[in-house]
Structures are given as C-alpha cells and as structure tokens.
C-alpha cells in the first residue's frame, strides 16, 4: 500500500479521520486470525524475506534467504512491542530477546481460531505485545507460505535411518527394520516436497560411507502396496488440536506417518526453535498398517554402491 501520499495529507478533519481509521484497524486486530490491510506495514517489513508477494494487504514470503538467517526482522518497535513467531507444539513465543508465555485470552484465541479451521498464525511473523513479560496480544504481519518454509528446511537434502520391516502377517513391526535414505527435491510446488526412497531397488552408498542395500531384495520389503519410493512432505500445524504441530510423511492412497520432532515452525526460522535430533514417525490410524520410519537429516552419501 502507499504509506508516502497519506502520511503527507494535513488539516483537522483528515487527522480525524485517520485516528478513527487506526482506531477501528487496532480493535479488529485484537481477534482477527488473517492481518487487515488496515494494520500491515508491508513498506517497513518487505526486507525480511528474499522475495514476496502481497495478497489482501497481508504481505506473504515466497521465497526465504538462504543460510542462517532465512528471515530478517526489523529492529523492535520497543520493549513491548516485539517481532517473533509461535514455537512448535507449545504456547510459546519466540523473540530475539528471549522466549515468552502467552496469555490465557491469547491462548483462547487461538484455540478458537483452530475450531474455525483457521492456522495462519503458525505461519505469520508476529508483532507481539507484551506486558509484565507475557505475550497479551498478536498481531500477524507477515505470513512465511508453506513452499518457502519447506523449500528453506528441506528441498535439496537427504535423511538416513530406518524403516519398519513388513512381517509375515502382512503388517509391520517395529522390533525389526531396515537402513533407508530418503532424498528431497530441490523445489516444492502445491505445499509440498517431493522425495524418494533411492535404496528401494538398488544399493546406495550411506552419509557415513556404508552400503545401504536395496530394500526389495529382502522377504521383508516394506513397500508394497501404497507404500511406495515416492514420498512427499507437508507441514501441517495444529493437525488434530491447537498446538498440535507435525511434519507429515506422505505415501500414496491418502496414507501418512507423522511426527513432531521435525516440524518447523517460523520460529525455527528465526534460530529459537532448533529441529529434534531425529524425527521418528508412525501412521496415521492404525500404526501397525504401515512402515514406522525414524530418520535425521545427512550430509554426504548417495549413488551406487
């Protein structure tokens, strides 16, 4: 929007104006989920990500920096009003100062706003402010879209680990499983990041130099049927409740595992918000239906072996 040709504008009647205007958008921002175009400073926070869009006022990332500071803040407003971003699975607030609690009627915001299959706040970058060390309000101005958050964490990269291996019955059990690697695309598209199983039918040479066999040399190849080498992944917040954060593992056939070790949320972005050291996932529904998977991302490996 053009803040230049209003912030010129003079005389009593416009100051009138504009002070009612401020007054309606600060009131709608007490329970509003998606942020007013009323509220957004898009002018002041267009450099905190490598490229962006605006839709509805609401200026969205697209594109993240690469290495250590994917998002870049402007300085604090003051010592109340301060930028961050929720953390993953917990009503905690990140800043640059430190973490934060949410407030009760916070909390009940969002909770509600969850009920009304609404999750933009895990997404935004918030200006919060706080009173006597406790978030009382979130205002989100800036939204990180789920492709730039993906493609920031994950695109190019591999995990290692292991999988379920399938029994005799037909299901699969957790006491025996068999190394796997999985490697990501470098792009994402429609949300998600497409990877691959690469030792599913040959041997690959692991991040620590082993030989990862191929898995459907064994009686015991955990994929069949929709369990197949391409695999997706999505960031899913507050899948089944609020603060229910989870990074899915996607199969064919509407199948999934998840887990939340992996899931990252904008704080991850802005460094307060580390992944867990490996990222362990079960399916959805019933557990035993499907190859339970526990991964960590690598460094290094690929190719034959």
């Known amino acids: ?7 010129r504008l003079r005389g009593p009647a416009t100051a009138v104006a504009i002070a009612a205007l401020l007054l309606t958008g600060c009131q709608a921002g007490e329970t509003a989920t ?55 699975g917990t009503p905690t607030f990140h800043t640059r100062a430190g973490d934060l609690p949410l407030s009760a009627s916070v909390v009940k915001r969002l909770k509600a706003a969850f009920e009304n299959g609404r999750t933009d706040d895990a997404s935004a970058v918030h200006l919060a402010t706080i009173v006597k060390g406790t978030v009382t309000k979130l205002e989100p101005v800036v939204i990180v ?39 990501f695309a470098g792009s994402t598209a ?22 990862l066999p191929a898995l459907d040399r064994t009686k015991s190849n955990p994929l069949v049927g929709g369990f197949t080498a391409k695999v997706s992944l999505d960031r899913v917040p507050s899948m089944h409740a609020a603060f229910n954060d989870e990074l899915v593992l996607e199969w064919a056939d509407d199948m999934s595992n998840m ?7 904008i704080a991850t972005l ?11 996932t079960t399916l ?15 460094k290094g490996g690929g190719g034959a072996c």
């Open 259 to 265: 887990g939340a070790a992996y899931y990252p949320s």
């Open 145 to 183: 879209e789920k492709n730039a958050v993906l493609r920031s964490v994950f695109a190019g990269r591999a995990m290692e680990g292991t999988i379920g291996a399938r029994t005799s019955r037909g299901d699969y059990a957790t006491s025996k499983t068999l190394p796997v690697r999985f490697e």
């Open 34 to 88: 998606h942020l007013d175009a009323a509220s957004a400073a898009p002018g002041r926070l267009s450099d905190v990500c490598a490229a962006s869009t605006t839709r509805n006022g609401v200026l969205h990332c697209t594109k993240l920096f690469r290495g250590s500071k994917p998002i870049r803040l402007p300085g604090n407003l003051s010592r109340t009003q301060r930028y961050g971003a929720l953390k993953r």
């Open 270 to 280: 802005l460094g307060g918000d580390p992944l867990g050291r490996t990222w362990a």
């Open 1 to 7: 929007m053009n803040t230049t040709s209003r912030s």
């Open 284 to 298: 959805h529904g019933t557990p035993s239906a499907g190859p339970p998977v526990d991964l960590r991302l690598v």
């Open 190 to 211: 429609d949300g998600r990041l497409i990877g691959r199983i690469v030792n599913a039918s040959k041997a690959v040479r692991g991040a620590k130099g082993t030989c």
